[in-house]
């Protein structure tokens, strides 16, 4: 797959400085196109000085975006987590053993064809979690995850459930997931983020957010 000479104009920006700086693709190649895709760049941009780059290559990780949720009830003041094994922790464990291999998360799933983030949003709180979604999402933050090396977004949401009965072991057999799920109270999932059992972006940001939201949250719900 190559698109040489491909000038595309920069269109989001949050200073001046950039909005009107381009990027040149220059050639784009698929090195690998299993689950996990890379594609190699070729390309050139603006610089900050006037002048434009030289042609930099980059291998660049497609592997879609994904949709993440924080499963909150304000009535009882808990927070449903989830915890399962990551590959992608195993080297950095290797190294540096204080690093969990088993993390502790929040609801998330990647966005499949033919889908909407918030149908994600709410497959994957029932799937993962065993919870529904009371009522509309609210919208957290989307953003970048790797933007170096990677294309993958995460559109982060707040969802409301119903936490009495959450827990147990969930996920698909057939996607091969394990996964334990738990609740605990508010204040002791913002100290597990303080003392860094959180040690992945998607849930750091979202409890972040439930620490200035919280309150309101809950007078939403008459508590």
Same mark, same amino acid.
């Given at each position: 797959?190559?698109? =040489? &000479?491909?000038?595309? %104009? @920069?269109?989001? @920006? %949050?200073?001046? $400085?950039? %909005?009107?700086m381009n990027f040149k693709i220059i050639d784009? $190649?698929?090195?690998?196109?299993?689950?996990c895709k890379i594609d190699v760049y070729q390309l050139q941009h603006d610089r900050f000085d006037g002048t434009q780059s030289t042609i930099v290559e980059r291998e660049i990780l497609e592997r879609g975006h994904a949709v993440a949720v924080l499963p909150y009830d304000p009535v009882r003041d808990e927070v449903v987590l989830i915890e399962q094994f990551r590959p992608g922790t195993i080297s +950095?464990?290797?190294?540096? =053993?204080a690093m969990p291999v088993w993390l502790t998360e929040i609801v998330a799933g990647i966005i499949e064809d033919g889908e909407s983030a918030e149908d994600v949003a709410r497959r994957e709180t029932m799937e993962e979690a065993g919870c529904k979604i009371v009522g509309p999402l609210e919208l957290i933050s &989307?953003?970048?995850? $790797?933007?170096?090396? @990677?294309? *993958? $977004? +995460?559109t982060l949401y707040y969802g409301q459930v119903d936490a009495t009965h959450a827990g147990g072991l969930h996920g698909l057999d057939e996607e091969g997931e394990d996964i334990r799920v738990?609740? +605990?109270p508010? *204040? *002791?999932?913002?100290?597990?983020l303080q003392?860094?059992?959180?040690?992945n972006a998607m849930t750091t940001i979202a409890v972040q957010w439930l620490i200035l939201n919280r309150d309101r949250l809950r007078q939403n719900c008459g508590v």
């Amino acid at each position: 797959m190559t698109n =040489p &000479h491909r000038s595309v %104009k @920069s269109t989001r @920006s %949050k200073r001046n $400085t950039v %909005k009107n700086m381009n990027f040149k693709i220059i050639d784009r $190649t698929r090195a690998w196109d299993g689950y996990c895709k890379i594609d190699v760049y070729q390309l050139q941009h603006d610089r900050f000085d006037g002048t434009q780059s030289t042609i930099v290559e980059r291998e660049i990780l497609e592997r879609g975006h994904a949709v993440a949720v924080l499963p909150y009830d304000p009535v009882r003041d808990e927070v449903v987590l989830i915890e399962q094994f990551r590959p992608g922790t195993i080297s +950095v464990n290797a190294d540096n =053993p204080a690093m969990p291999v088993w993390l502790t998360e929040i609801v998330a799933g990647i966005i499949e064809d033919g889908e909407s983030a918030e149908d994600v949003a709410r497959r994957e709180t029932m799937e993962e979690a065993g919870c529904k979604i009371v009522g509309p999402l609210e919208l957290i933050s &989307h953003y970048y995850v $790797t933007p170096g090396c @990677s294309s *993958e $977004t +995460v559109t982060l949401y707040y969802g409301q459930v119903d936490a009495t009965h959450a827990g147990g072991l969930h996920g698909l057999d057939e996607e091969g997931e394990d996964i334990r799920v738990f609740t +605990v109270p508010a *204040e *002791e999932c913002i100290a597990m983020l303080q003392n860094g059992q959180l040690c992945n972006a998607m849930t750091t940001i979202a409890v972040q957010w439930l620490i200035l939201n919280r309150d309101r949250l809950r007078q939403n719900c008459g508590v």
